[in-house]
């Protein structure tokens, strides 16, 4: 499971977008949004404001005056425990709603059935029953374009792996049967203390995603574990 952790106040803004299985929401006492999911839940933050997605299961902990937003959840929503003002538009599946005193709107469509309980103001604009094929659409094309990113990244990461050996047979074709002259030393990342200037002539560092594309093709037998180092060292930049 990822888990990933962002410092974001007592009273942030918080959308979540997209989820494409069931998502949790709780509140807690501290400051922090911690995401946790079986695929890698996508996190932007602008200041005050958070952006989240994913495409599978979610569940999320955020403070307790957060105000949350939710577009798009094709399973089942269960939120508690959560201050601030809370707005629902699209869910595929049931809705259950506890311990929540600020505004709750919900609006759009709700496929299950909508269960609350010490929830002090609540409108309900939401229409019951089926989700529409339209909203299924939607939901379906949110994780289609989660889907496709990882894809992307895969083909890249195979696409680097060629080229890391291609070079490599390549020195060997111009040194046989002796060392391989030494390369020059590879640039400083940008992890390791350069100037915001400095950023675009550098290779930012290896992402989780890129990580997890890295461990799926080991387990798929694709690359061999020292394949998968040589590649990792590619993808940051180095020889």
């Known amino acids: ?9 007592s009273k942030p803004q918080i959308e979540i977008t997209n989820v494409g ?10 400051t922090d949004l911690e995401a946790r ?3 890698s839940p996508r996190l932007d933050q602008d200041g005050n404001d958070i952006t989240l997605s994913c495409g599978s299961d979610l569940n999320v902990s955020m403070p307790r005056g957060a105000n949350l937003t939710i577009s798009y959840v094709g399973g089942d929503l269960k939120i508690e425990n959560l201050d601030g003002e809370v707005e629902l538009s699209f869910v595929g599946g049931d809705v259950v709603l ?13 496929g299950g059935e909508t269960h609350a309980q010490n929830v ?12 529409s094929a339209d909203v299924s659409a939607k939901i379906q094309r949110k994780v289609n374009e989660t889907m496709r990113r990882a894809d992307r990244k895969l083909r890249e990461a195979e696409r680097k792996l060629q080229h890391a050996h291609s070079e490599h047979l390549d020195f060997r074709l111009h040194y046989p049967g002796g060392p391989i002259p030494p390369r020059p030393p590879s ?7 350069l100037n915001p200037s400095d950023a675009e002539n550098t ?7 890129e990580r997890m594309t890295i461990l799926k093709m080991l387990q798929e037998k694709k690359i061999t574990s020292e394949e998968a180092d040589k590649l990792l060292v ?5 020889e």
């Open 1 to 9: 499971m990822t888990t990933q952790t962002l410092s974001v106040g």
């Open 21 to 30: 299985g069931d998502l949790a929401v709780q509140g807690w006492e501290r």
């Open 37 to 39: 999911s079986d695929d």
């Open 98 to 110: 506890q311990n929540m005193p600020g505004q709750v709107s919900l609006e759009g469509v709700i």
């Open 120 to 131: 002090q103001k609540i409108t309900m604009g939401a229409q019951r029953g089926n989700v």
């Open 187 to 193: 640039p400083p990342r940008w992890n390791a203390g």
């Open 203 to 209: 290779n930012p560092p290896v992402s989780d995603e």
């Open 234 to 238: 590619a993808l940051e930049g180095g």
